[in-house]
């Protein structure tokens, strides 16, 4: 079972930056299509950037121009390097590895997530 740690995170003021970082076990990393997500309390996860095992991105797009999806497969790591942040952006964000053609349709395995805040 693939686990995920989430980091990167933390207090920004608007307009600010951060890199969130998500570090996978297992061998397999570099076959996964990667997402990273964001959830609000009691509402549902939302797909925020994607990544497939070929390096092809999309974005929401309220992120568009704002926010850039990576990947180093030999670290089994994928990166989102935030910017421009808006106080809208503020969440939990957490990634995982999509598992069928829905960038919804993941792995049941969840990390902690990372805390993003943007506030002045």
């Known amino acids: 079972q693939v686990q995920f740690v989430e980091s990167g995170g933390g207090l920004v003021q608007p307009g600010g930056s951060l890199r969130l970082s998500c570090a996978a076990s297992g061998s397999i990393f570099s076959v996964y299509d990667m997402g990273w997500y964001r959830q609000a309390p009691g509402k549902p996860r939302k797909l925020v950037a994607g990544?497939?095992?070929?390096?092809?991105?999309n974005y929401a797009d309220s992120v568009k121009g704002r926010f850039t999806i990576s990947r180093d497969n030999a670290k089994n790591t994928v990166y989102l390097q935030m910017n421009s942040l808006k106080p809208k952006n503020t969440d939990v964000y957490y990634c995982?590895?999509?598992?069928?053609?829905?960038?919804?349709?993941?792995?049941?395995?969840w990390g902690q997530g990372t805390q993003v805040t943007v506030s002045s």
């Open positions: 990544i497939t095992s070929g390096s092809v991105t």
């Open positions: 995982n590895a999509r598992q069928g053609s829905s960038w919804l349709d993941l792995l049941n395995s």
